[in-house]
């Protein structure tokens, strides 16, 4: 039985995660703690490159490396596959937690402790959002292709939010606020979100559902070697 120790070794020599996009996380990180130091107001604007990032980075696919033949040897070491998901998924979204992670304590020390951008509820939710449902929609096609389609919603999505975000989002805009969490999350990111559950739980649960979903198809779908097909 192979033990989650070597699956992790395994997803760190093939990683989930391109090494190019670990240098892109770096570089996001530092240009968030620049501006944490320099003007904290920004530091919310600054963390929407790493959600973004993010995103792409739990794109990381599984099924479609499965059928080249990259993960045979944990297919067929007794691992399971719910093991093998679970940790796929964990690797892909680490480098984006551990940046965040970086970042909230690095705000908070920066401006002694008056700013928790990056610390916020809506941060969190959307970190919790991105990381969930792009991994989940790629689960069975090509790297990015889910981050990709987010990233054209959102953008799509963007003109119907107001400059100044969610604070202006009413019962007469044209999108609903409890949609905004889900299609465009870094509208919600620095924002305390506790006392109005109403509008993330929604996105929330698509989340779930869709890693429930995800998990579900990975367990009972055939994977066939590309060149058998």
Excluded: N
């Excluded at 990683?15 to 530091?43: E, K, Q």
């Amino acid at each position: 039985m192979t033990s989650t120790v070597s699956l992790v070794r395994f997803f760190r020599i093939v990683p989930t995660v391109p090494p190019l996009t670990l240098y892109a996380f770096g570089a996001v990180v530092a240009c968030a703690l620049v501006t944490a130091a320099v003007d904290p107001s920004r530091t919310d604007r600054a963390l929407v490159p790493l959600v973004v990032l993010q995103g792409f980075a739990t794109s990381s696919s599984l099924l479609a490396p499965a059928r080249r033949g990259y993960y045979d040897l944990l297919l067929t070491s007794g691992a399971g596959r719910l093991r093998v998901s679970g940790i796929h998924w964990l690797m892909s979204a680490a480098p984006g937690v551990a940046s965040w992670i970086v970042v909230a304590a690095s705000e908070f020390i920066l401006t002694s402790g008056t700013r928790h951008a990056a610390a916020a509820s809506g941060t969190m939710v959307a970190m919790v959002i991105v990381s969930t449902i792009s991994w989940a929609a790629t689960i069975s096609l090509p790297r990015f292709a889910g981050a990709i389609a987010w990233l054209l919603l959102a953008l799509m999505t963007s003109t119907f939010v107001p400059a100044q975000g969610m604070t202006l989002l009413g019962d007469h805009q044209p999108l609903p606020v409890v949609v905004l969490p889900l299609v465009y999350p870094v509208a919600i990111l620095g924002r305390d979100v506790t006392g109005q559950p109403w509008m993330v739980v929604p996105a929330l649960v698509v989340a779930v559902i869709c890693m429930a979903a995800a998990l579900v198809w990975i367990l009972w779908k055939d994977i066939p070697l590309e060149a058998a097909q």
